[in-house]
């Protein structure tokens, strides 16, 4: 066989489009998707169409393009035969390495901030077809306001940012930090939380990508009590469209289901187990590959403080949530805003926190698996190995259903990975060296071919940076700078939130406060690794 890229290539052209011919016609019936593969570094196979043109065989990939810098394989089986009825001997396969990505050299800025405030930060998502959404908010002239912008993933340029909402009430209205979420099908939806005269509402917004608009906002009726917590509401997008949302309350908590196809919301329904002396905090939710929906939180259980991790399941097929599941023990303390999911391909999922025994020792970062065939959760193991304390683990889980945690230290970022099946992490692996803000959890992310990004802030020059995972030779590249400014120079930078679309670009955004001529400046900043 004869193929282009030919066996071995280098710097092949992310946009790939592979070309095998035989040197026999081959019988049409045997060159399917399953005899014809292309597969990254951790053995998953990529989406691609396959077409066949006498001899000669094409793959191109459905996202138009795959990750750069990465190692890949075209897997020939050996039952395809030719019109004679003649099998190849044996597997066939090619390999080629796609050019390298890297970020821009300076970071741009696109929304100009009144002031700088560590109260808050930009939320930040990513679509199917690689547009990026940016949505925040702020006090404007003493009324809280919430901004929306949006990357073009043809033009590469920001739009105006847009003041989606202002408070109902001046001064004294509140828009909370928002949400925005993406769904496989390229819905996009912001939700928020604003308190007007009193009374706080859950707000939801959706965009139209044929007017390029957003419609008006919406209330959503999330919990009986309306006592949602402010920095509660969770939603998430299936590829269907449907927005599942979590709402916990003091006490409780509630979720709800949109329907897309009919516009209606579902009443809300208590998931949590029902506890003495219940106290609910620290909401998660993700959906897999199935549009399966997983929830977690953080619930006190008694009066003494023993904070236990609960975690509940929404079956689509049934439409029906299963009981709640504790994921860990009641402990002395959770930290958490750093409880962290991701889910993989066949409904398994990768859970971390940071857990704070008090007097008994320092933080300790921990992690947990759901077994999907035992609808079970795994016991807790730790993950780190220091006695000064772990803090911040997030989780990312691959196509191929390895997961990676990032965690922050004293002296830096640390990382372990758990391959799949199995129930031992591999050793903590310093990624960085340097001085993590204590109060910014890392942000990673993973692509289609298993290739992971650790986005983080820092309390030195470069403020904000970015360290990435190779899955072709399974090792970790030293750290970049990706906060520089065009015109100025960095002082400050909260922590930065990403995104990644189904080629493998990553988009980071943050808050930053940079300098220019000796005055400040502050505003809305973002890099992309492409």
């Known amino acids: 066989?004869?193929?282009?890229?030919?066996?071995?290539?280098?710097?092949?052209?992310?946009?790939?489009?592979?070309?095998?011919?035989?040197?026999?016609?081959?019988?049409?019936?045997?060159?399917?998707?399953?005899?014809?593969?292309?597969?990254?570094?951790?053995?998953?196979?990529?989406?691609?169409?396959?077409?066949?043109?006498?001899?000669?065989?094409?793959?191109?990939?459905?996202?138009?393009?795959?990750?750069?810098?990465?190692?890949?394989?075209?897997?020939?089986?050996?039952?395809?035969?030719?019109?004679?009825?003649?099998?190849?001997?044996?597997?066939?396969?090619?390999?080629?390495?796609?050019?390298?990505?890297?970020?821009?050299?300076?970071?741009?800025?696109?929304?100009?901030?009144?002031?700088?405030?560590?109260?808050?930060?930009?939320?930040?998502?990513?679509?199917?077809?690689?547009?990026?959404?940016?949505?925040?908010?702020?006090?404007?002239?003493?009324?809280?306001?919430?901004?929306?912008?949006?990357?073009?993933?043809?033009?590469?340029?920001?739009?105006?940012?847009?003041?989606?909402?202002?408070?109902?009430?001046?001064?004294?209205?509140?828009?909370?930090?928002?949400?925005?979420?993406?769904?496989?099908?390229?819905?996009?939806?912001?939700?928020?939380?604003?308190?007007?005269?009193?009374?706080?509402?859950?707000?939801?917004?959706?965009?139209?990508?044929?007017?390029?608009?957003?419609?008006?906002?919406?209330?959503?009726?999330?919990?009986?009590?309306?006592?949602?917590?402010?920095?509660?509401?969770?939603?998430?997008?299936?590829?269907?469209?449907?927005?599942?949302?979590?709402?916990?309350?003091?006490?409780?908590?509630?979720?709800?289901?949109?329907?897309?196809?009919?516009?209606?919301?579902?009443?809300?329904?208590?998931?949590?187990?029902?506890?003495?002396?219940?106290?609910?905090?620290?909401?998660?939710?993700?959906?897999?590959?199935?549009?399966?929906?997983?929830?977690?939180w953080v619930q006190q259980e008694d009066t003494v403080g023993a904070r236990g991790i609960f975690s509940a399941r929404y079956d689509v097929a049934s439409g029906t949530w299963a009981p709640a599941q504790r994921v860990m023990l009641g402990q002395p303390a959770i930290s958490a805003h750093v409880l962290s999911m991701a889910a993989d391909s066949g409904g398994g999922v990768t859970m971390a926190w940071s857990r704070d025994p008090g007097l008994a020792g320092s933080a300790m970062a921990e992690a947990s698996r759901f077994d999907r065939v035992a609808n079970a959760w795994t016991a807790p193991v730790r993950v780190d190995s220091n006695p000064t304390g772990a803090f911040g683990p997030t989780v990312a889980v691959d196509a191929a259903g390895y997961s990676t945690v990032a965690w922050m230290q004293h002296d830096g970022i640390h990382s372990a990975r758990l391959a799949p099946g199995s129930s031992q992490w591999s050793a903590p692996r310093q990624i960085l060296v340097g001085s993590p803000r204590s109060d910014h959890v890392p942000a990673v992310t993973v692509d289609v071919a298993g290739n992971v990004s650790v986005i983080a802030s820092q309390n030195q020059n470069p403020i904000v940076v970015a360290i990435h995972y190779s899955a072709s030779d399974g090792q970790w590249r030293a750290p970049v700078g990706i906060g520089n400014p065009a015109v100025g120079d960095p002082v400050f930078a909260l922590m930065p939130v990403t995104g990644i679309d189904r080629t493998g670009n990553v988009s980071a955004v943050w808050f930053a406060w940079n300098t220019v001529n000796g005055s400040p400046s502050y505003v809305v900043m973002s890099n992309h690794f492409k």
């Not at 290539?9 to 040197?23: E, L, M, W, Y």
């Not at 593969?37 to 989406?47: A, E, F, I, R």
């Not at 043109?53 to 050996?78: D, F, M, R, S």
């Not at 309306?226 to 509630?254: H, K």
């Open 1 to 296: 066989m004869t193929s282009d890229p030919a066996d071995g290539a280098v710097g092949v052209a992310r946009a790939i489009s592979f070309s095998g011919t035989f040197s026999a016609e081959p019988a049409p019936s045997t060159i399917t998707s399953a005899t014809v593969q292309l597969t990254g570094p951790v053995g998953n196979t990529l989406p691609t169409t396959l077409t066949l043109n006498g001899a000669t065989a094409k793959l191109n990939a459905i996202a138009g393009a795959v990750p750069g810098g990465t190692t890949y394989t075209v897997k020939l089986a050996p039952s395809i035969t030719d019109m004679q009825g003649r099998t190849l001997v044996a597997p066939y396969s090619r390999t080629f390495t796609t050019t390298a990505q890297s970020w821009n050299p300076t970071a741009a800025d696109f929304g100009s901030l009144p002031h700088f405030t560590g109260g808050t930060f930009p939320t930040v998502a990513v679509d199917a077809a690689g547009n990026v959404f940016a949505a925040w908010s702020i006090r404007v002239t003493g009324v809280d306001t919430l901004f929306v912008a949006r990357r073009d993933a043809q033009t590469g340029a920001w739009s105006t940012p847009l003041s989606l909402r202002t408070a109902q009430e001046p001064t004294f209205g509140i828009i909370y930090p928002p949400n925005v979420v993406t769904g496989p099908a390229g819905h996009v939806y912001l939700s928020w939380m604003e308190r007007n005269f009193g009374t706080t509402t859950v707000q939801l917004a959706r965009y139209t990508a044929s007017t390029d608009s957003w419609g008006a906002p919406v209330a959503v009726n999330a919990a009986p009590s309306g006592s949602v917590d402010p920095n509660g509401f969770v939603p998430v997008v299936d590829s269907r469209g449907n927005v599942t949302a979590l709402a916990p309350t003091s006490d409780r908590v509630y979720a709800t289901r949109l329907d897309s196809a009919s516009g209606t919301w579902s009443l809300p329904l208590a998931i949590e187990k029902p506890v003495t002396n219940n106290f609910i905090f620290g909401a998660r939710l993700i959906v897999d590959g199935s549009d399966n929906v997983i929830a977690a």
